[in-house]
């Protein structure tokens, strides 16, 4: 097994990159695995994504992202509950068994985090069976605190399982990203937990760097550059019996600015020098 | 009672005014409880600090703020004990029993944030002592996650209990601020635990409004402008057994960019607005 075996590169970390570049990094240096987003997916076109994948030889571990479904409004609700069966479709489409979810913040106006956590199970409940129908399996992401009113509402891994468990695991589990969960001392208890029930649909690293960026959005750290370890993380989802990808996915204006190709190759090198030797 | 019997102004919240315009504020608008914190009352002087709220019948309800335990480097760690005993010391002259820690995050280079929460046992284990034959109480604050890295490793009101209930409740307890603990679904059942014990040591308020400005230091909320139900939080640290000061303390640049005494009137008002009618 070489250094990258598990390595997969998510797309948004080096978004500079179109898809046929991004490919052809990937050959070049050794990737066999990519993360995949909506957007520029669509922008280069579905069906093309899927052949230019497949035709690299290219294995797509998530796509990012479904989600947003904390809408009170009964049409924006309906809306919502369409597009993320889209996002299945073209989870399926792309061949990837799994729906990273961002599951949205508060509505506007409103203070009840209880209430928009019980709108994602509710949405949860008509997406799984349609997602198990697709191949696809649902992963609800925890995101960091600081984004619990204009985000995802679902903050911790023990509120992502805490929904997760209501469903069958083939349908909905978890996202584990070391830039969410890091600071808290009950992630290692809930990843033994998400993964004797057969939910940790995803393992993402990112690094933990200050000072944080106005909107806190694009400030995601190069692996090595901050405060996270991520042996410690590793060792942590293996324990509880993961053995899938680990996906690398940054967003940093920084890292954004530079050499797309070049940046593949450090955050390639990062994660062997950071998580593998 | 009247609806600012229990509002107590931080000193940090209209740090634009100087302590003299903030004792004549208070008098004018009915307040008669402040929060203060070292350097403005250094910069005054401490005893004349102590002089101008005593002769303006100014209770303080809190001195903000010792802490900062994490350094591993042995001469950084006893000049910080050093620094928290002269702050032990400053609170017992200001006649406030409530010194509030954040107690520092990660030393540079440290990915280790079990052994930088158990350096602050360590501290507290040492200064505790000292505070109680001042009468002063140590309330650890846990700060929001956001800030793990650089200013406070303990995140959560369960991690502060954990290293607070090593320690007599009259030595140690814990501050319980909304902007910190909001997002936590856990934080509930911790304000009950922490008034079971007697280690509610002060209950501060600000809300939560986004985008965070760069840094993510001066970004708390006025009372009602963001995500956070006030008379919530409050009702769990009254059912928690709770009856002292509720603190403002907000830390905004576009609030302080304003007149000092025109804001300190605002934050009173949208204090009764918000959590008391």
Chains 1, 2 share one sequence.
């Not at 991004?22 to 990737?31: F, P, R, S, T, V």
């Not at 937990?193 to 993402?204: C, E, L, S, V, Y």
């Not at 996270?228 to 293996?238: A, G, L, Q, S």
Request: hydrophobic letters at 45%; one cysteine or more; aromatic letters at 6%.
């Amino acid at each position: 097994m070489t250094d990258l075996a598990r390595f997969s590169i998510n797309q948004m970390t080096v978004k500079q990159l179109s898809l046929p570049e991004l490919a052809n990094a990937c050959a070049e240096l050794g990737i066999d695995k990519v993360g995949l987003w909506r957007d520029p997916v669509q922008t280069y076109g579905l069906d093309a994504t899927a052949k230019l994948v497949r035709d690299a030889g290219l294995t797509v571990t998530t796509l990012c992202r479904g989600g947003f479904f904390t809408a009170i409004d009964p049409a924006e609700r309906t809306a919502a509950l369409a597009d993320n069966r889209r996002a299945i479709d073209e989870a399926a489409t792309l061949g990837t068994d799994t729906l990273v979810l961002v599951s949205g913040g508060l509505p506007a106006g409103s203070k009840d985090l209880h209430g928009a956590r019980e709108r994602i199970a509710d949405a949860l409940g008509e997406l799984g069976p349609y997602a198990e129908q697709h191949g696809v399996r649902l992963a609800i992401e925890p995101l960091h605190p600081m984004y619990a009113s204009d985000r995802c509402v679902v903050s911790t891994l023990a509120q992502a399982l805490d929904i997760a468990e209501r469903f069958p695991a083939h349908q909905v589990g978890v996202a584990v990203d070391t830039y969410h969960i890091w600071w808290d001392d009950d992630a290692p208890a809930q990843i033994a937990r998400a993964g004797a029930g057969g939910r940790i649909h995803t393992f993402q690293l990112a690094d933990w760097t200050t000072p944080l960026p106005e909107g806190v959005l694009n400030g995601r750290g190069q692996i090595g550059d901050g405060a996270i370890d991520m042996r410690e993380w590793k060792r942590y989802v293996e324990d509880a019996g993961y053995t899938g990808a680990i996906e690398v996915e940054l967003f940093n204006d920084h890292l954004w600015a530079r050499d797309g190709r070049e940046l593949l190759a450090e955050t390639a090198a990062r994660f062997v020098e950071h998580a593998i030797r």
